[in-house]
């Protein structure tokens, strides 16, 4: 389900930041706050077992960061990955985009060793590799219709 950040509940809310916080701070080492200003401009879709996010990613709404909506913070809890799950919820995430804007592509700033995955799902680099917190990463854009 795709929901604004004003329209989660705050349980919803801390689920989400929670999982955010255990996959990008305690297992991938992201020394900076995980929110941003970015919540408040996109939807958030949560893949939940039970109530517990089983897989999380945000779509920022076009002109907030880039000029196309982006999607971002995808991840999978543990106990879920290496099950598909994640990417379904990146199928799901750029059918609703297709919906909502249409005609427009995908930017997305992709964790380097990720890159085979998104380009599995139709995204291609562009630039060159940079570091973020510490961590390679890859500009990728998907066309519409792609």
Known sequence: MRIRLEQLSPLQFHAIIIARQTVFITEQHFCCPDS????????????LYGDKIAAYLRVIDPGEKYPEPSIGRLLTTQAYRRTGLGKRIMQ?????IAEL???QAIRISAQAYLQPFY???GFATI???YLEEGIPHLEMLRLPNT
Request: net charge negative; proline share 4%.
């Open 127 to 129: 630039g060159k590799e």
């Open 101 to 103: 804007y249409p005609g």
């Open 36 to 47: 941003d200003a970015h919540d408040t401009h996109c939807w958030h879709l949560s893949a």
């Open 92 to 96: 799901v995430a750029i059918a609703n």
């Open 119 to 121: 380009a599995n799902l």
